[in-house]
T-cell receptor, first 113, second 112 residues
Framework: KNQVEQSPQSLIILEGKNCTLQCNYTVSPFSNLRWYKQDTGRGPVSLTIMTFSENTKSNGRYTATLDADTKQSSLHITASQLSDSASYICVFMIKAAGNKLTFGGGTRVLVKP | DGGITQSPKYLFRKEGQNVTLSCEQNLNHDAMYWYRQDPGQGLRLIYYSQIVNDFQKGDIAEGYSVSREKKESFPLTVTSAQKNPTAFYLC???????????FGQGTRLTVV
């Protein structure tokens, strides 16, 4: 069964600090891996999209990495801002399932001043 | 503004009633999707449509119905057969299954 597990479930950090969110997966093979940011009560917004062959992708202060050997992806947030408070979701597009999206449960990040 | 619009943002329904959630997009996307989001869980696919007048069941289609009469519109009906309908519902669209999906702002449905 394809599984996507995110950790931690929630995280509190001080403004200006860095943090790293983890996504462990057993899905295989997959077409691409996406990280989304979801503000409370809103729809998810795409941050990065990586193919299986890529191992890092940046979007401003957000950097996603992919390690196919350990089946881990991470999202690193640099110099956090109050507006980074949101849930972050990793999502896999799975080839064997007709390119359907499989979502992790998300990590809720709270940035405090 | 180009985008994908869901309405209403909040919806209350009495038990036993059907209710329809609206999803409209002006992005000229062929594919549209409905997901359900429950606290602490990943999004789960209810229905999807790759082309007008065609749609497929997702992982949790029971108790839901959809139609795709126009490219721009993909309404979701939550029927009285859905045992636990209270949830946050998200609609998304993309050019094809392989391209990036854009999400609407969601509809929070509460059954009272």
């Amino acid at each position: 069964k394809n599984q996507v597990e995110q950790s931690p479930q929630s995280l509190i950090i001080l403004e200006g600090k860095n943090c790293t969110l983890q996504c462990n997966y057993t899905v295989s093979p997959f077409s691409n891996l996406r990280w989304y940011k979801q503000d409370t009560g809103r729809g998810p917004v795409s941050l990065t999209i990586m193919t299986f062959s890529e191992n890092t992708k940046s979007n401003g202060r957000y950097t996603a990495t992919l390690d196919a050997d350990t089946k881990q992806s991470s999202l690193h947030i640099t110099a956090s801002q109050l507006s980074d408070s949101a849930s972050y979701i990793c999502v896999f597009m799975i080839k064997a399932a007709g390119n359907k999206l499989t979502f992790g449960g998300g990590t809720r990040v709270l940035v405090k001043p | 503004d180009g985008g994908i619009t869901q309405s209403p943002k909040y919806l209350f329904r009495k038990e036993g009633q059907n209710v329809t959630l609206s999803c409209e997009q002006n992005l000229n996307h062929d594919a549209m999707y409905w997901y359900r989001q429950d606290p602490g869980q990943g999004l789960r696919l209810i229905y999807y449509s790759q082309i007008v007048n065609d749609f497929q069941k997702g992982d949790i289609a029971e108790g839901y119905s959809v139609s795709r009469e126009k490219k721009e519109s993909f309404p979701l009906t939550v029927t009285s057969a859905q045992k636990n309908p209270t949830a946050f519902y998200l609609c998304a669209s993309s050019f094809t299954e392989n391209t990036e999906a854009f999400f609407g702002q969601g509809t929070r449905l509460t059954v009272v």
